[in-house]
Nanobody, 115 residues
Framework: QVQLVESGGGLVQPGGSLRLSCTAS????????MGWYRQAPGKQRELVAT???????NYADSVKGRFTISGDIAKNTWNLQMNSLKSEDTAVYYC?????????WGQGTQVTVSS
């Protein structure tokens, strides 16, 4: 069993920054992908950023240049640094982990961007 715990969400003004963190515990081996997804009210869950095989990063076009994903496979932790936040970034953010073709999700952390 694998558990993911997120932290770092909250309320921030437009243009501000937040840093999300995720830590995985349990039966962890052969991590393929660490990542973040988000779901805004009334919308489908969408990819924000992924970190594959310890080095390859991928970002949604809407966050490129503003968000940075980083990870430490040895410590089973990964982060999402979010800068220049916009109101449209408001959503519940979920950390994501793929191990040997199985997907795991955190419970989500709310990020609200509002003045």
């Amino acid at each position: 069993q694998v558990q993911l715990v997120e932290s770092g969400g909250g309320l921030v003004q437009p243009g501000g920054s937040l840093r999300l963190s995720c830590t995985a515990s349990g039966s962890i081996f052969s991590i393929n992908v660490m990542g973040w997804y988000r779901q805004a009210p009334g919308k489908q869950r969408e990819l924000v950023a992924t970190f594959t095989n310890g080095w390859l990063t991928n970002y949604a076009d809407s966050v490129k240049g503003r968000f940075t994903i980083s990870g430490d496979i040895a410590k089973n932790t990964w982060n999402l640094q979010m800068n220049s936040l916009k109101s449209e970034d408001t959503a519940v953010y979920y950390c994501y982990l793929r191990i040997s073709s199985r997907d795991y999700w955190g419970q989500g952390t709310q990020v609200t961007v509002s003045s």
